[in-house]
């Protein structure tokens, strides 16, 4: 099955604390893709990362890091410092290279509010 | 401006009306995308076309049908509008054929049905 899950539903923190958001993955697929988006209060979705699964190297970006681990099937966005622009639904998404090639299979979300 | 649009961007209609929602990107992408996002259930793809001759269902094609009138338009009907498809419904494209490509998302239409 391709799955993803998102355990955590919602997340609050208060500015500068740092937040871990776990993505969990299922996949037939031996070389896949995994993703993570942004969707503020605004309402649009904001691409953030891509992985494949080839590369376990994680990765910073600014305030952001991403932890890709096989063994566990996980790949967590951790935001260092948190501000209240961080506020917003995060989603992790799944593309296979052959099962749900060209498709994303999304986790349900977790909303992070950040409070001042 | 942007690269995906979609219109309108807040609509509310009756149960039973036909109503249709359309996506217009300039990025010159093949694949193109519908799905609609529901509180606590993510986004969940209702139909996916790879060009204009190839339309494919999704997970939740039941109550939707397509079309795709040229490679940057893909618009959405609803036949018959029921409340339960009451939901913010987002247009995506992305380039070529390839599990790695990233899907380019519009503004998003929140539909409201009565």
């Known amino acids: 099955a391709q799955k993803v899950t998102q355990a955590q539903t919602e997340i609050s923190v208060v500015e500068k604390e740092d937040v871990t958001l776990d993505c969990v993955y299922e996949?037939?697929?031996?070389?896949?893709?995994l993703f993570w988006y942004k969707q503020p209060p605004s309402g649009e979705l904001v691409f953030l990362i891509r992985r494949n699964s080839f590369d376990e190297q994680n990765e910073i970006s600014g305030r952001y890091s991403w932890n890709f681990q096989k063994s566990t099937s996980s790949f967590n966005f951790t935001i260092t410092a948190s501000q209240v622009v961080d506020s917003a639904v995060y989603f992790c998404a799944l593309s296979g290279a052959i099962y749900n090639t060209d498709k994303l299979i999304f986790g349900t979300g977790t909303r992070l509010q950040v409070f001042p | 401006d942007a690269d995906v649009t979609q219109t309108p961007r807040n609509r509310i209609t009756k149960t039973g009306k036909r109503i249709m929602l359309e996506c217009s990107q300039t990025?010159?992408?093949?694949?193109m995308y519908w799905y609609r996002q529901d509180p606590g259930l993510g986004l969940q793809l209702i139909y996916y076309?790879?060009?204009?001759?190839?339309?494919n269902k999704g997970e939740i094609s039941d109550g939707y049908s397509v079309s795709r009138q040229a490679q940057a338009k893909f618009s959405l009907s609803l036949e018959s509008a029921i409340p339960n498809q009451t939901a913010l419904y987002f247009c995506?494209?992305?380039?070529?054929?390839?599990?790695?490509?990233?899907?380019?998302f519009g503004p998003g239409t929140r539909l409201t049905v009565l």
């Open positions: 996949t037939r697929d031996t070389t896949y893709y």
């Open positions: 076309s790879f060009d204009v001759k190839d339309i």
């Open positions: 995506a494209t992305a380039p070529g054929q390839g599990a790695y490509n990233e899907q380019f």
């Open positions: 990025k010159g992408h093949d694949r």
